[in-house]
């Protein structure tokens, strides 16, 4: 529960007697469209995502949990946007951002830096600056002074959001607002912005890995379906082109529990690895522990090798991982999460050449992947001997490593076959 204040009316309703209307409405084949250019990005990565870069006059929010890299992945943008920019933070100090910028190696020519918490203020610096992309960071830390309340309250939120909209729209600056969210996924945070501005990105990664992804949660000018994926280094964020380096298996060497699977995410394929552990319970509740993967579906999975494959998996405690600390959502890996829990559970190893990609259904059928063609381009890319997938796929044209695809019915035959 959070306290809240209802923000006091004025009572006066606006008198309908000499209503100024200057809008009316028209008809759609009458609507003319001003084609505006877009601001094209150094970061090829956020421009992708963005629809093919930021809209003059579009508000952006950019939100992941603090530390994660969004002041570092932002001022990358500042220092090499084509035009004029205004970096507002209440949360560092100019010489703070200057030294990062300096550990960035990075300079740049029209990038103005203010320290401001107030909307006002900052209101005036823009108006001062007359700058055309400005970086609000971050939402949480911005206050109005014609509110009550603490900054980061949801009043102040989305006041200072509104505002930024209403500034966005009136002056045609893009404007790029950073919004921290807790573990949980904010719920008073970002997400009740999300409905205010016009698109909408998270950025997220584990701290303990150095990559992170920026996925498109809202975008009114462009595609959700898209993705950016960076390496944090020592200085700054790198684009990273070839995702499946980063998450496939790191060594050849055969473990027993492991799986690789073919994922898309935002319309690109990438090699993750599944890891699981399975082992007798000393309790009297088996645990089961997924990290990376939805804890359901990995019930779900258990109770289908229980019931359609006949293993007793009731007295054995189960761990999942999807390494390289990705949170994966494509239901393609729950055949890898299959096999890797059955690896384990009979100790045997599988070869490293082989990998998978289908959904698995209540009834221990192979469903068929969306992008299925992509995935096993992909595999056969990076040299993987065999795919494992649905029977229901038509089949693929010759691919140039000749990657074998064995279509399979049902999670019982794959087994059968490799775990004879
Ligand atoms: P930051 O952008 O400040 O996070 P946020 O704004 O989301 O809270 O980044 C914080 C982390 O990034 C910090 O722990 C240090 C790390 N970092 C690097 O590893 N390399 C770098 O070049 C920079 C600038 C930061
Ligand atoms: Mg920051």
Not at 105 to 132: F, G, M, R, Y
Not at 136 to 142: A, E, H, P, R
Request: proline share 4%; net charge neutral; glycine share 8%.
């Amino acid at each position: 529960m959070i306290e809240y204040k209802i923000p006091k009316s004025t009572g006066s309703k606006r008198p309908v007697a000499g209503l100024k209307v200057e809008n009316r409405p028209l008809l759609l084949q009458d609507v003319k469209i001003e084609r505006t250019e877009r601001w094209k990005l150094a970061d090829t990565e956020l421009n992708r995502c963005l629809g093919g870069g930021m809209i003059p006059g579009g508000i952006v929010l950019l939100a992941g949990e603090p530390g994660i890299g969004k002041s570092t992945l932002l001022l990358q943008v500042a220092t090499m946007f084509p035009g004029k920019v205004l970096y507002v933070s209440g949360e560092e100090s100019n010489e703070q951002i200057k030294l990062r910028a300096d550990r960035m190696k990075t300079s740049a020519k029209d990038l103005w830096l203010v320290s401001e918490v107030e909307l006002e203020k900052i209101n005036h610096h823009i108006s001062q600056v007359k700058p055309d992309l400005v970086i609000l960071d971050s939402i949480q830390t911005t206050h109005s002074g014609h509110l009550e309340g603490e900054p980061g309250n949801i009043a102040q939120l989305r006041h200072c959001t509104m505002e930024m909209q209403r500034l966005a729209k009136s002056t045609n600056i893009a404007v790029f607002i950073i919004g921290h969210v807790n573990k949980e996924g904010g719920i008073a945070g970002p997400k009740i912005l999300e409905h205010i501005v016009d698109t909408v990105l998270y950025f997220e990664g584990d701290k303990q890995y150095n990559f992170r992804l920026l996925r498109v949660n809202k975008n009114r000018f462009g595609n959700t379906d898209e993705i950016g994926v960076y390496k944090m280094s020592r200085s700054g964020l790198e684009m990273v082109e070839d995702p499946s380096m980063l998450f496939a298996a790191q060594s050849s060497e055969e473990l027993s529990g492991c799986a690789t699977a073919v994922m898309v995410e935002g319309g690109r394929p990438f090699m993750v690895e599944v890891q699981a552990l399975v082992t007798p319970t000393v309790y009297a509740a088996p645990q089961r522990s997924a990290t990376g993967f939805d804890l359901r579906r990995l019930s779900m999975l258990l109770a289908v090798l229980e019931k359609r494959c006949g293993f007793p998996l009731g007295k054995q405690d189960v761990f999942v991982n999807i390494a390289g600390g990705i949170r994966a959502q494509d239901p393609a890996i729950d055949l890898a999460v299959i096999v890797a829990l059955m690896s384990s559970f009979r100790d045997q190893a599988l070869s490293r050449k082989i990998c998978f990609c289908a959904e698995v259904g209540l009834a221990g059928e192979l469903r068929p992947v969306h992008r299925f063609e992509q995935r096993v381009k992909e595999a056969d890319r990076l040299r993987f001997d065999r795919i494992v997938c649905a029977a229901s796929h038509s089949m693929v044209h010759r691919t140039p490593n000749n990657i074998a695809i064995s279509q399979v019915g049902n999670v019982n035959e794959l087994l059968e076959i490799l775990f004879y």
